[in-house]
């Protein structure tokens, strides 16, 4: 018996480094496999072998599968995170009074409130409206919400890149583009209905 026991430490001691790998040490802390390794060391037969590596086969797939879920579900955490964090960024503050037809106050209705024509200045700047000579024009883009009329500004009179826009408004060049194309077809479509 004592034999036994010298040769396993024997084994154990000549393959130290192999034996303090995680995985092997993960295997060996399971009885039954500690009990196919003694019993392959002391009787080094094929089958013992063959039952060995089996059982570390199968050890080491699980250890695989459990390592494969685990960056799953942390890689999956990570980017849920993102999109969370994204979508609060890209929401929208709810407004107090009623919206237009294009999911923002219109430049009129702020124009209409006295106490609003500040804002409006401030928000959109003196400079769009203000360079407007055309009476049609200035009706058609005061019909605009004042996000379309900011992006128009940006745009043509202090000739802000798309990007810049986004970046500054804190959205998406998407978002910047849409909104700008939005606006020029509104505006289109109301001179339109007014020379007719």
């Known amino acids: 018996m004592e034999k036994d026991i010298q040769k396993i430490e024997e084994f154990f001691y000549r393959n130290h480094k ?7 040490k993960s295997f060996l ?3 039954q496999n500690l009990y196919l390794v003694q019993k392959a060391i002391l009787y080094p037969t094929n089958i ?13 797939k699980n250890v695989r599968k459990t390592k494969y879920v685990s960056n799953l579900i942390y890689f999956f955490s990570l980017d849920f995170d993102k999109k969370r964090r994204r979508l609060q960024n890209r929401t ?13 106050t219109t430049a ?12 409006l200045n401030r928000i959109v700047g003196e400079g769009l409206l203000d360079n407007i000579g055309d009476e049609k024009l ?27 826009i ?5 959205t998406t060049p998407q978002n910047i583009s849409n909104l700008h194309r939005n606006a020029l077809n509104k505006l289109n479509n109301t001179l339109k209905k ?3």
Not at 48 to 60: G, R, T
Not at 92 to 104: A, F, I, M, P
Not at 166 to 170: F, G, I
């Open 108 to 119: 009129k209705e702020l124009i209409e409130d006295a106490s609003n024509e500040k804002k």
């Open 138 to 164: 200035f009706n058609s883009l005061k019909k605009l919400t004042v996000k379309q009329l900011q992006i128009l500004e940006m745009i043509y009179v202090k000739e802000f890149s798309i990007k810049e």
């Open 18 to 24: 192999q034996v303090n790998n995680p995985i092997i």
């Open 29 to 31: 802390l399971d009885s």
């Open 166 to 170: 986004a970046q500054t408004l804190q």
């Open 92 to 104: 929208l503050l709810v407004l107090d009074k009623g919206l237009s037809k294009d999911g923002g």
């Open 194 to 196: 007014r020379r007719e």
């Open 48 to 60: 013992n072998k063959k039952l060995v590596d089996e059982s570390f086969q199968s050890h080491y």
